[in-house]
């Protein structure tokens, strides 16, 4: 419903820009209010933030990696 893949939205949640209904456990199954998705999916400003988030992480996460991987 955002355009994120399942895995980002715990980017997403870490970084603050989405939160789950009531107080679950950090590996317990997350719900979302379907009247807030639908808020944030026309928000074009949180959806370019929150694209922001999620590139730059990836981003991070491949520098990190190929940085590791690299005998320099």
Known sequence: MLGFLPHE???LM???LLKPLGDPS???HKFFSS???KTLAADRRW???ATRVVTRFWQTK???RQTTLSPT
């Open 9 to 11: 939205l715990s980017i």
């Open 14 to 16: 870490r970084m603050g």
């Open 26 to 28: 950090p590996n317990g």
């Open 35 to 37: 009247d807030e998705l």
């Open 47 to 49: 959806l370019d933030k």
């Open 62 to 64: 491949n520098q990190k």
